[in-house]
């Protein structure tokens, strides 16, 4: 996925100015003593965090510049567990507000509010509902059956 000799993780990486501010906060690893794969690094481990956040493309289409999917997103929940992002975006903030200034006296926070969709007790009238049970429907100008209608019909084809 190359355009104009720019490949697709040269528009989606971290300015090293603010990988200078993101990198001590990052977990250190030591080597294991058992061994095995070496990890990865977190700049294109964040770079492909960040791909697939900006653009919402699943973890598993992340291109290979970025290295795995799964193991980004392995990386990810790690980061999150730790609340590292939360770190990030305090830092974000510093450098927006070197760069650009925030107006920090006043703030504002976008929601939606919803209906939970298995939320609650249903503890109250139904009025949207008809006085039926269940999926029997009311027969028009017909008498109610007898709950024991089917087995009569069973007796009749049975002869």
């Known amino acids: 996925m190359t355009t104009e000799g720019r490949t697709v993780a040269s528009d989606f990486c971290l300015p090293d100015a603010m990988w200078e501010r993101i990198e001590g906060l990052l977990p250190k690893f030591r080597q294991s003593k058992k061994g095995g794969r070496p990890r990865l690094g977190w700049r294109s481990v964040l770079n492909g965090i960040f791909y697939v956040l900006r653009t919402g493309c699943q973890w598993k289409a992340l291109p290979p510049e970025f290295g795995s999917g799964s193991s980004a997103h392995r990386y990810f929940q790690l980061l999150v567990k730790r609340k590292i992002f939360e770190k ?23 929601g939606a509010m919803t209906k939970a ?3 609650g007790e249903k503890n109250g009238a139904k009025p949207y509902r008809s006085s039926q049970i269940g999926n029997q429907a009311q027969l028009g100008n017909r008498r109610q059956r007898s709950a024991d209608w089917t087995s009569r019909l069973r007796r009749q084809y049975a002869r």
Do not use: N
């Open 88 to 110: 990030l975006w305090a830092v974000a903030l510093e450098e927006y507000d070197e760069l650009h200034g925030l107006e920090w006296k006043w703030q504002s926070m976008d």
């Open 117 to 119: 969709p298995l939320g």
